[in-house]
């Protein structure tokens, strides 16, 4: 039955959850679950797996824009109709894999991948420059401090070289996140580029009363800049409303996911920091966070040109310095910070020495550092 919006709860269906996933494996993946012996990547974007049966199922992944029409998704269905039986998954990174369950079947795939220009871009895997994980941005989030699209596909352009071979000492991970609520893997990413604002929210005393609990704003700041205070409305009356002392903010936009009438966006003051160092594997070492290397970077859309070459001449610095099977951060680590700021040439600021709550173990309570010639 259609929709009665005069009956809204006659027919309603709820609590199904998702499909099981099984009906949606292609056959040689269903008939292989839980027994596959090795893999290898033949090529960069495609896979091997071998079964113990002596079942193979080859892998191609291509890079995907994440945000995407019906239209490209249902190109994508036509891909795995002609190729793959109709079947075709998403990885964690937001690339799609086709899989095929012989070797014959992967050029015609790959030539026809290509045929489509550079909608569909093989790679991604071993140690190349994957999907960058991505966030809202200007298309559809109230809090962002940039954008995210924009900025990924200035990135992967400069760095498209990279999605398609594997020339880098391991995986390189990009993130992005448009505000530091960091919706994604910004705080555990390689390479991360995160929007941040640099001015104290403004306070619409018209429309704050009524339109925020103002207890939750007061208690959404984690530095307490923000106290509850009367202030004048334009009609003149007093209202119940915060003042936000400026001195204290550190600009993150809590009070306003909390309460609309506390906006902070700003065209100058808002743009992009860098962080650097991040990895949630347990390989070798311990995941870890990234850490601000670079404060902030103008908004410069659309292409985002200070941003870019940020990102590219630390993605270069690292590949020409680390030893095979070193992240970004494994790298900073065994060199030391400040030698990580030498090499790149990121002039080092006092924005990078942390002075929040537990700050006191981030600096060095050592003798023990390196003279380095980039500090004048
Ligand atoms: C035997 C168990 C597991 C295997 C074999 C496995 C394998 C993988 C593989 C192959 C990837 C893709 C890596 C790439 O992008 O190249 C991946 C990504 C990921 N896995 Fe697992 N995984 C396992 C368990 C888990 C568990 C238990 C969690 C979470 C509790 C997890 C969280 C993740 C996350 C967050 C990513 C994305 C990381 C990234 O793309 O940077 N995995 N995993
Ligand atoms: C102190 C706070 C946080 C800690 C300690 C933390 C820690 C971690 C760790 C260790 C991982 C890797 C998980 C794995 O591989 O199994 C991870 C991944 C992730 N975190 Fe956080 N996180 C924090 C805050 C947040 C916040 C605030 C968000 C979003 C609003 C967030 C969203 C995510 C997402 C989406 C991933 C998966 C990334 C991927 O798929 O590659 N985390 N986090
Ligand atoms: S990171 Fe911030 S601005 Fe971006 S989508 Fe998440 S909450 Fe919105
Ligand atoms: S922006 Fe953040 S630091 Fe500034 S007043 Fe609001 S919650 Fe506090």
């Known amino acids: 039955m259609g929709y009665d919006p005069a009956n809204p709860m006659a027919d309603r269906i709820t609590d199904i959850g998702p499909p099981h996933y099984e009906q949606f494996f292609p056959p040689v993946v269903k008939n292989n679950y839980g027994k596959w012996l090795y893999h290898e990547i033949l090529q960069p974007g495609v896979l091997m797996h071998k079964a113990e049966n002596g079942d193979e199922c080859y892998t191609v992944r291509i890079g995907a824009a994440r945000l995407i029409s019906i239209e490209l998704i249902r190109e994508m269905c036509d891909v795995a109709d002609i190729h793959c039986d109709g079947y075709l998954r998403w990885t964690t990174r937001n690339n799609v894999e086709f ?11 790959l030539d026809d991948l290509k045929s489509r220009g550079n909608r569909m871009p ?6 190349s420059v994957s999907n960058c994980v991505h966030t809202q941005g200007w298309v559809h989030c109230h809090t962002p401090a940039t954008d995210a699209s924009g900025v990924v596909k200035a990135v992967m352009d400069e760095l498209f070289d990279y999605f398609t071979s594997h020339k880098l000492p391991a995986q390189v991970r990009l993130a992005l996140a448009c505000c530091l609520n960091m919706c ?4 555990a990413s390689d390479i991360a580029i995160l929007g941040v604002h640099r001015k104290p929210p403004m306070i619409d005393h018209d429309a704050i009363t009524g339109l925020c609990e103002l207890p939750l704003a007061i208690s959404a700041c984690p530095l307490g800049a923000v106290k509850p205070a009367t202030a004048k409305n334009s009609a003149g009356e007093d209202v119940k409303s915060v003042k936000v002392n400026a001195e204290r903010c550190m600009f993150c936009g809590n009070c306003y996911t909390m309460c609309p009438a506390m906006p902070l966006a700003d065209p ?5 920091a860098i962080l650097v160092g991040g990895k949630v594997s347990n390989s070798r070492t311990m995941p870890s966070f990234s850490k601000l290397v670079i404060p902030f970077l103008p908004n410069t859309p659309p292409r985002w040109p200070e941003t870019v070459a940020a990102v590219k001449n630390i993605l270069e610095t690292y590949a020409n310095d680390a030893r095979k099977y070193e992240r970004v951060g494994e790298w900073a680590a065994r060199i030391g910070w400040e030698k990580f700021f030498e090499k790149t040439g990121i002039p080092f600021t006092i924005k990078s020495i942390d002075d929040y709550r537990l700050a006191y173990d981030t600096w060095r309570t050592t003798t023990q550092f390196k003279f380095t010639s980039h500090i004048k």
């Not at 093989?122 to 140690?127: E, H, I, N």
């Not at 100058?268 to 992009?272: N, P």
């Open 99 to 109: 899989m095929v369950d012989s070797k014959a079947k992967v050029q015609p795939l």
């Open 122 to 127: 093989v790679g991604g895997t071993g140690a």
């Open 184 to 187: 994604g893997a910004v705080h």
């Open 268 to 272: 100058d003051g808002d743009g992009i």
